[in-house]
């Protein structure tokens, strides 16, 4: 710019001081625009580095806590509600001793004549009673990490009541419907003294029902069982049963317990590869034996497998003969791609477990079998790793044999992988450290449920 000022300076013929005051006020001109441009640019930057978002700092996700769902009080019964029942274990049924059945913490006595099973994991199998879960929780709970001795921090009440121990003497014999309720009555009658009730009259409280929902319906003193969960004080409780009313929102259905207990992942892991790598010799089998009733759907199961001897392998359980277990049954799902199960006293039945356990696929034949059943533990999915075929088509001629084997080698392998995947969630453990088994899923659904609904309490009452 200073160049061109000198030339149109030297260009003149002679000296002006018009021309010289033109071209100052040029260059001024110039100059100014310059600076207005460059002032401008200024702004936009300092605009652009005032106003750009700052970079976020680097955020290490939370830890989750160990209680993250809140901690869970366990009442101190008066023993006649549980220990009693298992001191008086040889009068608890009215033909032969439960003592056995609720041993080792509910475990059940160890079972050594398993040939099937691994050497290795020998010792975490048990004899497990499919009624012995009220025992089992109770076992586990008190030694749970959430469980909490003060009240007053508790998000959940458990009350270790043995109700199905309690009903089942009266449940088969000439009892009255006053002798089925007294020990749920008596129960229900010193629970409402305690000031954790009074703060929330059992909206916060849980129990878990060893047997099936329907044994705790009776809606009239001359039909079957106790009337537990009618009873007035019970209207709040959130009820844990191995086999729930679907359209009851205050009950959760558990798995039945199965008689493998591993103590450790490791144990675990060992058998989930073993059940994996099983050479399976049968297309299907079935466990059960028939009933003296028409039309009894078992005989008929029992009858087409007889006849399908080369797909299908039996094991009759007519009469007392699997009563108390036999390795034969593990044997029997361990050796099969699929294995049939029918209802049973209601629409579930504990072999549904014992078959999957085995990576064997089960086969339903009513939709309430599984529908609405398990979902904590099993998923809301159960085509993923199950089969229906209605128990309708099956009386009037349809093939149980051919309707399995139209499905493809692959759709067996991903049918089995997802059972397989879904065992560490539905068994019971004996002190498996870290890693989750049906209990620990339990609880933790239980502790989840209520803290979510007391975010919805904005008064509670104090305890008194």
């Known amino acids: 710019m200073l160049e061109k000022f000198q030339f149109q300076f030297n260009k003149s013929n002679k000296f002006s001081p018009t021309n010289t005051l033109h071209s100052l006020r040029l260059f001024f001109f110039k100059c100014s625009h310059l600076f207005i441009i460059f002032l401008l640019f200024q702004i936009y930057f300092l605009r652009f580095i005032l106003h750009s978002p700052t970079p976020p700092a680097s955020v290490q996700p939370l830890e ?14 008066p023993p006649t509600f549980n220990n009693e029942l298992l001191n008086n274990c040889r009068d608890l049924d009215p033909w032969h001793s439960r003592c056995n059945a609720i041993s080792n913490g509910g475990l059940g006595p160890r079972a050594t004549t398993i040939a099937a099973v691994p050497e290795s994991l020998s010792p975490s199998w048990y004899w497990t009673d499919m009624f012995a879960g009220e025992v089992i929780y109770h076992a586990r709970i008190l030694k ?20 199905g121990v309690a009903v089942a003497k009266y449940l088969f014999t000439n009892y009255t419907a006053k002798d089925r ?17 009074r703060r929330s009259n059992g909206s916060d409280h849980f129990i878990l029902l060893g047997r099936m929902t329907w ?3 009776r809606s009239r003193d001359e039909e079957w069982g106790s009337s537990f969960i ?84 039996v094991v009759d359980c007519s009469g007392t003969r699997c009563y108390d277990g036999t390795s034969e049954i593990q044997e029997a799902f361990l ?5 049939l199960q029918p209802r049973g006293d209601a629409y579930t039945r504990r072999s549904t477990f014992d078959c999957m356990l085995a990576g064997s696929i089960p086969v339903f034949f009513w939709k309430r079998s599984i529908d609405r059943q398990y979902e904590w533990f099993l998923g809301d999915e159960p085509d993923r790793f199950s089969v229906f075929i209605d128990s309708r088509d099956v009386r009037n001629g349809v093939s149980i044999r051919k309707v399995l084997e139209g499905y493809s080698r692959e759709e067996v392998r991903r049918m089995r992988e997802k059972v397989i995947s879904l065992i ?29 609904q007391n975010r919805f309490n904005t008064r509670q009452k104090p305890f008194l």
Request: proline share 6%.
């Open 64 to 77: 989750p806590t160990i209680c993250e769902h809140g901690l869970v009080y366990v009442y101190d019964l």
């Open 144 to 163: 749970h990490e959430c469980r909490t001795t003060e009240p007053e921090s508790a998000t959940a009440f458990y009350i270790p009541f043995y109700a």
């Open 181 to 197: 309720d007294r020990h749920c009555q008596e129960l229900l009658t010193w629970l409402q003294g305690q000031p954790p009730w």
């Open 215 to 217: 044994d705790f319906r």
């Open 230 to 313: 009618y009873m007035p004080l019970m209207k709040r409780i959130l009820r844990l049963a191995v086999e729930r009313d679907p359209w009851d929102q205050h009950e959760v259905s558990v798995p039945y317990p199965t008689g493998f207990h591993p103590k450790s992942k490791f144990e675990v892991d060992q058998w989930l590869d073993f059940v994996r790598t099983r050479n399976r010799t049968s297309l299907f089998t079935f466990v059960g034996g028939k009933r003296e009733m028409k039309g009894d759907f078992r005989a008929i199961l029992l009858s087409h497998c007889y006849n399908e001897s080369s797909s299908c392998r």
């Open 335 to 339: 050796d099969s791609d699929f294995c």
């Open 424 to 452: 560490p969630s539905f068994i019971y453990g004996d002190g498996m450290g870290s890693s989750k088994d049906a209990f620990d899923i339990a609880i933790d659904g239980v502790l989840k449920r209520f803290k979510d």
